[in-house]
């Protein structure tokens, strides 16, 4: 997952070229939860929602410290809407590194091996 994020990184300045790509999906095998994991959803109206409970980007934060018990070492999954623009999850991966969770994974679908 973490190479996933250094490409997804190295990757967005080149977002600005206009040239169609059909992405493929991930078959890699997937990775084992944590037994209380923590999402964090960007949704297809661009609002966030924090496991079940939404959010605004002024209190996630405080929100994400809470559920955390301030432990920034704890991996946050972060989940969007295939219609939600990737600025707008680049902004919510944004928002974790500034309150201090560097420990990202990206949530799919997993794609059936063929």
């Known amino acids: ?4 994020l250094i490409i997804f990184m190295v ?4 977002a600005t070229v206009d040239v169609p ?3 493929p999906a991930s078959t890699a095998a997937p990775q084992p939860k944590d037994d209380a994991p923590v999402y964090l959803t960007v949704q297809e109206d661009l609002s966030l929602s924090l496991n079940q409970d939404k ?3 002024d209190e ?3 929100k994400l410290d809470a559920l955390t ?6 991996r ?3 989940r969007a809407d295939k219609g939600a623009p990737y600025g707008e999850l680049m902004r919510a991966m944004n928002a974790l590194r500034a309150a201090g969770y560097l420990k990202i994974a990206l949530v799919g679908l997993e794609q059936a091996s063929e």
């Open 1 to 4: 997952m973490l190479v996933l």
């Open 55 to 57: 959010v605004t980007a």
């Open 21 to 23: 790509v059909e992405l």
């Open 76 to 78: 946050i999954f972060l």
């Open 69 to 74: 018990e301030g432990n920034h070492d704890k």
């Open 60 to 62: 996630l934060a405080a």
């Open 11 to 14: 990757a967005a300045p080149l």
